[in-house]
């Protein structure tokens, strides 16, 4: 099982971005998929999940700027974030588990950085 993100960068405050994970080696669609984070010298913490009926939830400080959402016949998780802060600064890793908030596989992760 492979989950490769994509589309981290180098924005400004209030840019957007769209975060890609795309999923190889797994039946997707039976997988729910969480995005994570890890800032500089912190733990890596949940950003968003979404389960196989496409119920989503998310960590309150991303909460109506981030969207999660997928595309089972692309094997690809997304996260759409606008109106970023500098405190969005972290690698985003994707990860999916047959259970929820339960995973089996974590992804390589992608950097985000915001500058002010």
């Known amino acids: 099982v492979q989950l490769q993100a994509s589309g981290g960068g180098l924005v400004q405050a209030g840019d957007s971005l769209r975060l890609s994970c795309l999923g190889s080696?797994?039946?997707?669609?039976?997988?729910?998929m969480g995005w994570f984070r890890q800032a500089p010298g912190k733990e890596r913490v949940f950003v968003a999940d979404i389960d196989r009926a496409g119920i989503s939830a998310y960590e309150d400080s991303v909460k109506g700027r981030f969207t999660i959402s997928r595309d089972n016949a692309k094997n690809t998780v997304y996260l759409q974030m606008i109106s970023l802060k500098p405190e969005d600064t972290a690698v985003y890793y994707c990860a999916a588990g047959i259970y929820r908030r339960q995973y089996d596989f974590w992804g390589q992760g992608t950097l985000v950085t915001v500058s002010s």
């Open positions: 080696g797994l039946t997707f669609g039976l997988y729910g």
